[in-house]
Every structure is written in structure tokens, then in C-alpha cells.
């Protein structure tokens, strides 16, 4: 039987050496569209739906200051646009511009090729698996900050 206190060390320290690896992987795709891994981590965000700010951090994982940031730097590029919010007269939505989509699509081909080479050292079904309980871990840890 595993120890919980050692799974909880050796996971977090394989999170966060996933974390930079794929801020790296991040940071060289997202090059060629002129974006920090950061600025196409929050574009990413808001390209099925515009978000507001407070949004973006909590699907994202990140400060509602630093997305605040990366938002004001993307409208400064004209990637994004902020709008009124029917729901929240002071908190705007952050919308993706006609310009902000063909940024991401720039780092589609790179993307989907790091993809495919991934995909060709790790299974499939090892993948998915790893993704589920990667998820299963982020629920329950946000469970516990509930606590």
C-alpha cells in the first residue's frame, strides 16, 4: 500500500515539472503568432465564448490580476476586446477579435504536430488514462480548498 503523504510529495513534483515543461512546449508554440505561452493561454480562453476576467482566472488556474494583465496587453494588440456584461455591470467580457483567431491559428500547425509526436511516445489509452486522473486530482484538491 502506497504512503498518501509520499503520492501527495511525488505528485505535486511531477506537476510542477509538467507545469514547466509545458509552459516551454507553450512558449515555443506560441512564437510564430507573437504570443507568450501566457498571452495564448488567456486567448485560449475566450475563443468559444467571451469571458470576464474573474472567469478566465478560475478556469485557468491563475490570478484574476495577472489575467487582467495579459487581457490589457492583448486589447493592446487588438487580439481581444472587452464588452459590456449583461450579467455584471462592472466586470467586462474579454472577446477574441478576428485578429486574436488567426493568431491561434498560426500556432495550430505547430501545435497539432507536437501532438501527433506525442503521441507516438505515449499510448493513447496511457495518455487519456493519465489525463483522467489528472483531472480526478485537480477535483479533489479543489474539493479540499472548499474545506
Known sequence: MSDPQQ??????????RLNG?????????AAPAGLTATRWQVLGAVLSEPLSVSDIAREMGITRQSVQRT????????????????????????????AGLSAVR???PGHRDMARRLSELIDETTWATALSGLQE???ALQKLDRL
Do not use: M
Open 106 to 108: 498560426l500556432i495550430n
Open 137 to 139: 486530482l485537480s477535483e
Open 71 to 98: 487581457a490589457d496587453l492583448l486589447a493592446e494588440q487588438g487580439l481581444v476586446t472587452f464588452r459590456d456584461n449583461p450579467a455584471h455591470r462592472r466586470a467586462k467580457l474579454v472577446e477574441v477579435t478576428d
Open 21 to 29: 515543461q509545458f509552459l516551454a512546449v507553450a512558449e515555443a508554440l
Open 7 to 16: 503520492l501527495l510529495s511525488d505528485s505535486a513534483l511531477t506537476a510542477f
